[in-house]
């Protein structure tokens, strides 16, 4: 039982700074406010642009928020079911991250 409690414990870190991981790639992308380019911008792609479901939708809410309340609530974060399925969700989270990268990358043009 209390091998359970520290890998909850340790799930639950994990899922905290998943949480945190956007917030200096959100930090960069406010480099577009600073110093506008013509056509979108990758602040307007992410949020209302084609990227905003996979960004919004799956990167955040389904790889961040989700695993971490899951985790946070004192019932479910025992349950082992629930400690894989946040592992998972933390997993799409980021490969969906990595995909918004390279291709919204090569959406914005350079000049």
Known sequence: MHRKKETGKWLGCGASADCLWPL?????????WLFPRPGPSGKQLLTIGEFAIWFLGIE?????????????????????AVQYASAAL?????????????????SVPMS
């Open 24 to 32: 200096p790639a959100m930090l960069i992308r406010v480099s577009s």
């Open 60 to 80: 955040l809410f389904l790889g961040a928020i989700l695993p971490l309340a899951l985790l946070a609530h004192p019932k479910t974060r025992m349950i082992p």
């Open 90 to 106: 933390v997993i799409i989270g980021i490969f969906v991250m990595r995909v918004i990268i390279v291709i919204g990358g090569q």
